[in-house]
Nanobody, 126 residues
Framework: QVQLVESGGGLVQAGGSLRLSCAASGSTLSMYAMGWFRQAPGKEREVVASISRRGGITYYADSVKGRFTISRDNARNTVSLQMNSLKPEDAALYYC???????????????????WGQGTQVTVSS
């Protein structure tokens, strides 16, 4: 079983950048595809980006393509989400999640993810 802890959230002005990190413990991160999800108040949780176990496959939501970059460092058991050109609509609680299915892909379905962190808050002021 893997434990996930997110960090790096905060308050930023529109147009600014943040880098979220997800640290894994209790298991080797390379065993899991990883995803970043977010949930804003009153809205459903949505996928932001996902990455396959070895990092060769990535997926981005249309709303963040060209602005966000997901990456992973399996040797350090971390996954990151670099967020640039932030918009007020990016404000949400951001979660990282781990998918143990060994599918080789990067799922965008939150039901495929088995382990979740507690989340880190991102606030974007206009």
């Amino acid at each position: 079983q893997v434990q996930l802890v997110e960090s790096g959230g905060g308050l930023v002005q529109a147009g600014g950048s943040l880098r979220l990190s997800c640290a894994a413990s209790g298991s080797t991160l390379s065993m899991y595809a990883m995803g970043w999800f977010r949930q804003a108040p009153g809205k459903e949780r949505e996928v932001v980006a996902s990455i396959s176990r070895r990092g060769g496959i990535t997926y981005y939501a249309d709303s963040v393509k060209g602005r966000f970059t997901i990456s992973r460092d399996n040797a350090r058991n971390t996954v990151s989400l670099q967020m640039n050109s932030l918009k007020p609509e990016d404000a949400a609680l951001y979660y990282c999640a781990a998918d143990r299915s060994y599918s080789g892909s990067a799922s965008t379905n939150d039901h495929d993810y088995d382990y979740w962190g507690q989340g880190t808050q991102v606030t974007v002021s206009s």
